[in-house]
């Protein structure tokens, strides 16, 4: 399972972006899709996941500004942000549990301006 994000770039402050991640190859289930993220340091911490049923959870950080999608049948998941934060600078990094196994893509990265 391949997966493609996008959608990272430059924001100011309280400005928007959308993230998208599409999953391909030979893909027989996937479960949860997400978004995780990592500021310059050695952790890398959970934004928002969504099941295939639709159940979401978010981190803490990003309740009330941040939504997590997802398109089943395009196999894919977005993630809106909204009032941005400069401490939302990361590199993102979409996630999924595919085929029973744990599938990461690239990272894109997220700057956000004060």
């Known amino acids: 399972v391949q997966l493609q994000a996008s959608g990272g770039g430059l924001v100011q402050a309280g400005g928007s972006l959308r993230l998208s991640c599409a999953a391909s190859g030979s893909i027989f289930r996937i479960t949860v899709m997400g978004w995780y993220r990592q500021a310059p340091g050695p952790q890398r911490e959970l934004v928002a996941t969504i099941t295939s049923g639709g159940s979401t959870n978010y981190a803490d950080s990003v309740k009330g500004r941040f939504t997590i999608s997802r398109d089943n049948a395009k196999n894919a998941a977005y993630l809106q942000m909204n009032i941005l934060k400069p401490e939302d600078t990361a590199v993102y990094y979409c996630?999924?549990?595919?085929?029973?196994?744990?599938?990461w893509g690239q990272g894109t990265e997220v700057t956000v301006s004060s």
């Open positions: 996630y999924a549990y595919a085929n029973y196994a744990q599938n």
